[in-house]
């Protein structure tokens, strides 16, 4: 079941890597979507472990651990906050001391893009 959705995720990036050749809009929904498979991806983000995605039907799980991420664009709506946001999952220490959700930049767990496309994914939830 994971390697179908793995495998529906890899065909959705080529379509939409594909459509982004012709245009920069359908490149930028590439983005959301490599990030939307990054958040489940287990040996990636992972972040459906601690977060439930309300809007996004599929991935809703049980977890109540972190908030549930939803209106993001409405939460962080100026660049500042969007850098804010991005900066908060490089390393979310900065934000809270003693949080558990670990610093996927900082430790070099995701890349400097794939935390761009998982940013790009959240904005759509
Ligand atoms: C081990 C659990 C855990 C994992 C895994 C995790 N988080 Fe979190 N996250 C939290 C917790 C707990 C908070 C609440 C704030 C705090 O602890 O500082 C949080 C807060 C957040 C916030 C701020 C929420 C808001 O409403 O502003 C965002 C955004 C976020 N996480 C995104 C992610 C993303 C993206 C990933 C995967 C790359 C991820 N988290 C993985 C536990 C986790």
Redesign the pocket.
């Known amino acids: 079941m994971v390697s179908e959705a793995i495998t529906r995720s890899i065909y959705l990036l080529l379509t939409f890597s594909f459509a982004g050749l012709c245009a920069p809009q359908a490149l930028a929904q590439a983005n959301a979507v490599a990030g939307r498979a ?2 489940a991806e287990e040996r990636k ?3 459906s ?3 439930k995605t309300p809007t996004d039907a599929p991935r809703i799980g049980a977890s109540n ?3 549930p ?1 939803e209106a ?1 664009r409405q ?1 962080y709506p100026t660049p500042a906050d969007r850098m804010r ?1 991005r900066d ?2 490089r390393d ?1 220490s900065r ?2 001391a003693s ?4 610093p ?1 930049g900082k430790h070099r767990i ?1 890349t400097e893009t794939e935390i761009d496309d ?1 940013v790009a994914y ?1 904005e759509t939830l």
């Open positions: 990054l958040f983000g992972n972040c472990a601690c977060h651990i972190g908030p991420l993001i939460k946001l908060s999952i979310q934000v809270n949080t558990i959700m670990p996927y995701l998982i959240l």
